[in-house]
């Protein structure tokens, strides 16, 4: 069974500051990657996913993650967080190539708080 | 742009109560899901749903809690008798039939439950 683990709980940043949201998956095999946020008071939005390919993705927003299969992980970056960036972030995995198993496995979140 | 839309927004009931949280998916997607979040935990998947049965379930998706897709629109996740412990925010998302072993999951809203 896969699990995905998010080791940064909570973040404060400043305005215009740099964020890496760590994510790091159990499973071997092929896995789909995704990153979903949670704005306050609204529902799972899709940041970006990784299917295949290159493994620099970029999503909305000016979202990118990097996959590194050797280290298990998948991280979040934007390179300047805006007040607008506070939301939950959670980091998801499927292994439906392997497996057949649609069900995605969540981390845990991280809550960004942005201060202006 | 099409979105996943889940009612009613909160319910509140007593334990032992059954309770129905409904979705409506996106039109022309046919895989159909329901994951839950308890309070500072991790969004769990209950049960997947796929050509009127079963596609994948949890641990978690006991003998109280049953899913349904009534009409061409609605998909409903019934909790026979209500716990404490199924208080929870309970999402509904949806995704296409891709073959090419990737799918992404829309999100609804979410249904706060709470049970007393």
């Known amino acids: 069974a896969q699990s995905v683990s998010q080791h940064n709980h909570h973040v404060i940043l400043s305005e215009a500051a740099s964020l890496e949201l760590g994510c790091n998956y159990s499973?071997?095999?092929?896995?789909?990657l995704f990153w979903y946020v949670q704005y306050p008071g609204q529902h799972l939005q899709l940041l970006l996913k990784y299917f295949s390919g290159d493994p620099l993705v970029k999503g909305i927003k000016g979202f990118e993650a990097e996959f590194i299969k050797s280290k298990f992980s998948f991280n979040l970056r934007k390179p300047s967080v805006q007040w607008s960036d506070t939301a939950e972030y959670f980091c998801?995995?499927?292994?439906?190539?392997?497996?057949?198993?649609?069900?995605?496995?969540f981390g845990s979140g991280t809550r960004l708080q942005v201060q202006p | 742009e099409p979105e996943v839309t889940q009612t009613p927004s909160h319910q509140v009931t007593q334990m032992g109560q059954e309770v129905i949280l409904r979705c409506v998916p996106i039109s022309n997607h046919l895989y159909f899901y329901w994951y839950r979040q308890i309070l500072g935990q991790k969004v769990e998947f209950l049960v997947s749903?796929?050509?009127?049965?079963?596609?994948?379930k949890s641990e978690i998706f006991d003998d109280q809690f049953s899913v349904e897709r009534p009409d061409g629109s609605n998909f409903t996740l019934k909790i026979r008798s209500t716990k404490l412990e199924d208080s929870a925010m309970y999402f509904c998302?949806?995704?296409?039939?891709?073959?090419?072993?990737?799918?992404?999951?829309?999100f609804g809203p979410g249904t706060r439950l709470t049970v007393l």
């Open positions: 749903f796929y050509n009127n049965e079963i596609s994948e």
């Open positions: 998302a949806s995704s296409s039939a891709s073959t090419s072993g990737y799918n992404e999951q829309f």
């Open positions: 499973y071997g095999g092929t896995v789909n």
């Open positions: 998801a995995v499927n292994a439906l190539r392997d497996t057949g198993r649609r069900a995605l496995t």
